[in-house]
């Protein structure tokens, strides 16, 4: 289970890099587009085309920008400190926009899920936690449950 926790953390490092390539190529089209520009091609009109792959670029931009704000660090203490002997987590998924994160793994059984929940409510850094989706999985001896939960935090980090 700590083998499955560090190669989850291991993919949300490689995934944080990732966006952090994708922001830095981002803001140097954008630089780029703003060198470019210049008062008298400012009042040229666009055409539609133009209009919206510009519109496109400068709303992937926003997006990259929201999420390399996350406040990852906090976010990682809180899951990872909830975290014990009993569960495997299998995924992280936030929605910077609306300040919700996926997560979705597996408990030995319903206390340990029950326990991790109260253990991400206790956290202080979440402010709802509450169970997606479970469900038990029958083909395995052991019978784990496999969960979904939903936690929102707050802006203030």
């Known amino acids: 289970m700590l083998l499955l926790a560090l190669a989850g953390a291991g993919l949300l490092?490689?995934?944080?890099?990732?966006?952090?390539?994708?922001?830095s190529h981002l803001e140097k089209l954008i630089s780029k587009?703003?060198?470019?520009?210049?008062?008298?091609?400012?009042?040229?009109?666009?055409t539609a085309a133009e209009a919206q792959q510009?519109?496109?670029?400068?709303?992937?931009?926003?997006?990259?920008?929201?999420?390399?704000s996350l406040p990852w660090s906090r976010l990682f203490e809180s899951v990872e400190s909830a975290?014990?002997?009993?569960?495997?987590?299998?995924?992280?998924?936030?929605?910077s926009k609306k300040g919700v994160i996926k997560i979705s793994g597996e408990a030995k059984d319903f206390d340990a899920l029950l326990a991790y929940i109260r253990s991400l409510q206790s956290s202080g850094f979440f402010t709802e936690?509450?169970?997606?989706?479970?469900?038990?999985?029958?083909?395995?001896?052991?019978?784990?449950?496999?969960?979904?939960?939903?936690a929102s935090w707050t802006g203030k980090y």
């Open 129 to 150: 936690v509450f169970l997606h989706k479970h469900q038990v999985q029958e083909n395995n001896p052991d019978k784990p449950i496999y969960f979904i939960l939903d």
């Open 33 to 46: 587009i703003e060198r470019n520009l210049r008062p008298s091609q400012r009042a040229l009109p666009m």
């Open 13 to 23: 490092i490689y995934y944080y890099r990732q966006m952090s390539i994708e922001a």
């Open 54 to 68: 510009r519109a496109a670029e400068v709303k992937n931009a926003n997006d990259v920008l929201l999420k390399l």
């Open 83 to 95: 975290n014990s002997d009993s569960m495997a987590l299998l995924g992280i998924d936030p929605d």
